[in-house]
C-alpha cells in the first residue's frame, strides 16, 4: 500500500459525458501528478500540482483538467468524452516539486470505460 | 520521439537466476532514474532508483546500474523469483520532476 488513494476504482460512461477522479495523497506529500495509462501511448504524465498550484503540464487535453484543494486532495475532471478517453489514470504524489530528487508513489488507479 | 525506450517488450527467465532489464534514453537532462514493477490493474510500485551522480544502487536482490556515457541503465535481479513475474517500467525525470515512461518489459520467472 503506497499510501496515495483514488476514487473511483472503475468508471463506466458514455461519449460526450464529464467525469471526475479523485486522488488523495500519501500524508505530507505536496505533490500530485497525473498520469494516463492507453493501450497505445503507454504512461504518460498530464499534469502535477504542488500545494494547491498548478506546476507542470503535459499531453493533457484542454477537455480535461485538474485542481488540488487546500487539503492537498486533487481532482482530475474529464469531460465531453470520447472513446479514445479509455484508460488508466493514476495519481502520484511526493513529497516537495522540482528541484530535488524524489520518489514518486503511485495510488492503484481508476478504469475509465467510455462507451 | 521516446525519450526513454524498453526495447525488450520481455524476457522469460527461470528460478534463482538473474534477470537483468535494460533501458535506454536520450534526453541528457535526466538526472533521477527509477524502476517500478506493475501488476495488471493496478498502480506502479516503486521499486529502486538511482541518481545521475552515482552508478550503482543495490537494494537486496535489486540492483541498478546507470551508464551515463551510453545513457543507459539496468536492473538486475538476484536470484530471481516466480512473486517477480510482472511488468517492469523504468522511468527518468529531471528538474521538472514529472516521469518520463518506458514502454515497459513483461518479466516472467518460470518455476
Known amino acids: 500500500d503506497s499510501g496515495v488513494t483514488q476514487t473511483p476504482k472503475h468508471l463506466i460512461t458514455a461519449t460526450g459525458q464529464r467525469v471526475t477522479l479523485r486522488c488523495s495523497p500519501r500524508s505530507g506529500d505536496l505533490s500530485v501528478y497525473w498520469y494516463q495509462q492507453s493501450l497505445d501511448q503507454g504512461l504518460q504524465f498530464l499534469i502535477q500540482y504542488y500545494n494547491g498550484e498548478e506546476r507542470a503540464k503535459g499531453n493533457i487535453l484542454e477537455r480535461f483538467s485538474a485542481q488540488q484543494f487546500p487539503d492537498l486532495h486533487s481532482e482530475l475532471n474529464l469531460s465531453s468524452l470520447e472513446l479514445g478517453d479509455s484508460a488508466l489514470y493514476f495519481c502520484a504524489s511526493s513529497p516537495r516539486t522540482s528541484g530535488s530528487q524524489e520518489t514518486q508513489y503511485f495510488g492503484p488507479g481508476t478504469r475509465l470505460l467510455v462507451l | ?111
Open chain 2, 1 to 111: 520521439d521516446q525519450q526513454v525506450k524498453q526495447n525488450s517488450p520481455s524476457l522469460s527467465v527461470q528460478e534463482g537466476r538473474i534477470s537483468i532489464l535494460n533501458c535506454d534514453y536520450t534526453n541528457s537532462m535526466f538526472d533521477y532514474f527509477l524502476w517500478y514493477k506493475k501488476y495488471p490493474a493496478e498502480g506502479p510500485t516503486f521499486l529502486i532508483s538511482i541518481s545521475s551522480i552515482k552508478d550503482k544502487n543495490e537494494d537486496g536482490r535489486f540492483t541498478v546500474f546507470l551508464n551515463k556515457s551510453a545513457k543507459h541503465l539496468s536492473l538486475h535481479i538476484v536470484p530471481s523469483q516466480p512473486g517477480d513475474s510482472a511488468v517492469y517500467f523504468c522511468a527518468a525525470t529531471g528538474s521538472a520532476r514529472q516521469l518520463t515512461f518506458g514502454s515497459g518489459t513483461q518479466l516472467t520467472v518460470l518455476p
